[in-house]
């Protein structure tokens, strides 16, 4: 039984001996070489940045502060009038403080002497 399938194992390996080297088609191994640099190189990844959904909602959040800004905005302009009168005085308290006034007047004195 041993030697039938010592046998059997040697006529197997005996059936390649007569097996020669079969020639590749053209330009396999370049075609190959290509594949698998092809293969080597990472996919590139999309970024998540770019995707339309982010694009929309980056978008849309822009838009509504822009809104929210403006409606903001036109409710403030009501009071500046109210105001316009206190931004005034602080205005004129600040140019006395530093002598703003005076300045203009030396400038007068110079050009009347000539």
């Given amino acids: 039984m041993e ?12 059936s390649l001996d007569g097996a020669g080297r079969i020639p590749a088609p053209d330009f396999f191994y370049t075609r ?19 995707k339309p959904a982010y694009i929309i909602a980056g978008l849309l959040l822009v838009l509504a502060l822009n809104t929210m800004a403006v409606l903001r905005n036109s409710n403030d302009s009501n009071t500046d009038l109210a105001s316009n009168n206190d931004i005034e005085s602080v205005q004129q308290s600040i140019a006395s403080e ?13 050009n009347q002497d000539r």
């Fill in 32 to 50: 190959l070489k290509a594949k698998m640099e092809r293969v080597s190189e990472p996919a590139r990844q999309q970024s998540w940045i770019l």
């Fill in 98 to 110: 530093y002598r703003l006034n005076e300045t203009n007047a030396i400038y007068t004195d110079l």
């Fill in 3 to 14: 030697n039938k399938r010592n046998d059997k194992i040697d006529e197997i390996l005996s």
